[in-house]
C-alpha cells in the first residue's frame, strides 16, 4: 500500500529565509504529483502539479521536483513570507494505480516576521 | 475560475440523526471525491464516485454512503451520526478525461462537522 511521508512534520523559519520541505513515497512508481496548501480550518489549495512526463514545475516563489527513481519530492520556498504560513501537503497518483490521490500528513509552515 | 462548493461550512448533530453533506462543482468533472481530515490521520478517503450513479468505496467507506444523481452534485450521507465522524470533510472533484490529462484535484472550502 502507497504511503507517503512528510518531512518536517512542522517548520519554523524566520522571514525571508529559503526553505526545503520533503515528501517521500514508499512505492516509487507515481504518475502524478500535487502540493497544496490549507490554512487553519480551509480547504485545500492546489499549489503545483507535476505530471507525469515532467520533473518540475515553478510558481512564483515556489518550485516543485520530482525525482521518480526515488519517489521523492520537494517544495522550495523562496524568500519566505508571513503569508506563507500554512500547512502544505503533498500527494500523488500511483502508476498503475487507481484515480486516488495518497496524502501525506503534511508539514505545518509559520514563518515569524 | 474552478469552483467546487460545500453546503455548509460549520454544522452540529446530534449522535443519531441522518446527516446530509452536499458538494457541486462547475468545471463538468466526472470524478468526485469525498475525504475526512482528522488531526494526526491527514486525509482519508471515504468514497468516490467517477460517473453519475457510480461510486466506489474509498478506504474508510463504513458508516457513510454517497449519491450522486447528477454530474456536478456529489452528496456524503451519514445514516446515524456517531460522536466519532466529528471532523471535517472534504469534497473534491477532477477530470481525468479532460485536457491536460493531469488528475489535478480541486477541493471544496469544507464542512466542520460536529456530532453530539
Known amino acids: 500500500k502507497q504511503e507517503v511521508t512528510q518531512i518536517p512534520a512542522a517548520l519554523s523559519v524566520p522571514e525571508g529565509e529559503n526553505l526545503v520541505l520533503n515528501c517521500s513515497f514508499t512505492d516509487s512508481a507515481i504518475y502524478n504529483l500535487q502540493w497544496f496548501r490549507q490554512d487553519p480550518g480551509k480547504g485545500l489549495t492546489s499549489l503545483l502539479l507535476?505530471?507525469?512526463?515532467?520533473r518540475e514545475q515553478t510558481s512564483g516563489r515556489l518550485n516543485a521536483s520530482l525525482d521518480k527513481s526515488s519517489g521523492r519530492s520537494t517544495l522550495y520556498i523562496a524568500a519566505s513570507q508571513p503569508g506563507d504560513s500554512a500547512t502544505y501537503l503533498c500527494?500523488?497518483?500511483?502508476?498503475?494505480?487507481?484515480?486516488?490521490?495518497?496524502f501525506g500528513k503534511g508539514t505545518k509552515l509559520t514563518v515569524n516576521p | 475560475d474552478v469552483k467546487v462548493t460545500q453546503s455548509s461550512r460549520y454544522l452540529v448533530k446530534r449522535t443519531g440523526e441522518k446527516v446530509f453533506l452536499e458538494c457541486v462543482q462547475d468545471?463538468?468533472?466526472?470524478?468526485m471525491f469525498w475525504y475526512r481530515q482528522d488531526p494526526g490521520l491527514g486525509l482519508r478517503l471515504i468514497y468516490f464516485?467517477?460517473?453519475?450513479?457510480?461510486?466506489e468505496k474509498g478506504d474508510i467507506p463504513e458508516g457513510y454512503s454517497v449519491s450522486r444523481e447528477k454530474k456536478e452534485r456529489f452528496s456524503l450521507i451519514l445514516e446515524s451520526a456517531s460522536t466519532n465522524q466529528t471532523s471535517m470533510y472534504l469534497c473534491?472533484?477532477?477530470?481525468?478525461?479532460?485536457?491536460?490529462?493531469?488528475?489535478?484535484?480541486?477541493f471544496g472550502p469544507g464542512t466542520r462537522l460536529t456530532v453530539t
Open positions: 468545471m463538468d468533472h466526472e470524478n
Open positions: 507535476i505530471q507525469s512526463s515532467q
Open positions: 473534491a472533484s477532477n477530470n481525468p478525461g479532460g485536457v491536460p490529462l493531469s488528475y489535478e484535484q480541486y
Open positions: 500527494a500523488g497518483i500511483t502508476q498503475g494505480g487507481s484515480e486516488k490521490l495518497v
Open positions: 464516485s467517477y460517473d453519475v450513479k457510480m461510486k
